[in-house]
């Protein structure tokens, strides 16, 4: 027998005054039976703070040729690629060509993608950015995490405050490029 995605209702608030968003919305979100919870979390905090009007959940794991999260123009070109973990260096190649704007997400240690993927041919891999999640916040809200959901997200000073049920979650967020500048 098959195993079924579970799926999680999130109403978030966000408050990204870095940015100047400020937007509540319902989040459906299905976690694949072979996506690990800290995928799932990073997935998520990337859509909010990345979130502009056109952002969107792609088909997801089974779909190897889409983001995990994108935005994309009303002729359907691709203006924002967001990967989530540690993408190879074919996929961020093949990415940037396809995106305006590249972003990946992880939730491991940043300094580990880049030693992977230093010398690889990426093209404009200089434009693409490594955002961080901070830890955390992922470890806090990993046992906690229940089918339906209040959150309160705020990003303000390049930190991740998460209110939920009472309790809030707290680290920073780390954003740099890909290819350090020499």
């Known amino acids: 027998m098959a195993l079924t995605a579970t799926l999680y209702t999130l109403r978030i608030a966000l408050s990204d005054s870095d940015r100047g968003v400020y937007e509540s919305f319902e989040l459906r979100v299905a976690q694949h039976p072979s ?36 935005v994309r123009s009303l002729d359907g070109r691709v203006q924002l690629w967001v990967d989530v973990g540690h993408p190879s ?34 093209h404009r891999a200089e434009q693409i950015e490594v955002v ?31 209110t939920t049920a009472g309790q809030t979650y707290e680290g920073a967020i780390e954003r740099g490029p890909l290819v350090p500048s020499e």
């Open 132 to 162: 961080s999640m901070p830890s955390s916040v992922l470890s806090g809200l990993a046992p906690v995490l229940a089918k339906r959901m209040d959150w309160e997200v705020v990003v303000t000073g390049g930190q991740l405050y998460l």
């Open 89 to 122: 260096a074919e996929r961020l190649h093949k990415a940037s060509k396809l995106g305006a704007r590249v972003v990946v997400c992880t939730y491991q240690d940043p300094s580990v993608l880049l030693r992977t993927l230093a010398g690889e041919r990426i």
């Open 35 to 70: 996506e690990t919870l800290p995928y799932l979390l990073t997935r998520v905090l990337a859509y909010c703070l990345l979130w502009e009007p056109e952002i969107a959940f792609s088909k997801g794991l089974s779909t190897t040729d889409e983001p995990a999260v994108w």
